[in-house]
């Protein structure tokens, strides 16, 4: 069975952890950054809950995975809020598989 995990902040993933999530919580976006690749290479984790604070951080490492059927990388926003990159990551997907922007 696959696994989905969080990738963020303690304060912003500890949540998910109630809901039945691997929860790993990173202090620095060096740490955020060598995790994410080590649960993108183990080939057991299908999702990945990222934190968008550390993704706006860490762009080149979350391109490298968008187009690959696993680990799909998704955004959330930590607990300073929305900076509004997941969203644009889901009106460019939809504008790129429909070829209008339709959100």
Request: cysteine-free.
């Amino acid at each position: 069975m696959y696994k989905i995990a969080v990738l963020g902040d303690r304060e912003s993933v500890l949540g998910f952890k109630a809901l039945g999530l691997d929860v790993y919580p990173a202090e620095t976006v060096e740490e955020a950054r060598k995790k994410l690749h080590h649960l993108a290479r183990d080939g057991e984790t299908a999702i990945i809950y990222l934190t968008e604070q550390f993704a706006s951080q860490m762009q080149e490492e979350v391109n490298k995975y968008k187009d690959e059927v696993m680990p799909a990388i998704i955004l959330i926003p930590g607990k300073a809020g929305s900076l509004g990159i997941g969203m644009q990551n889901i009106t460019d997907s939809v504008e790129r598989a429909v070829g209008a922007d339709i959100l």
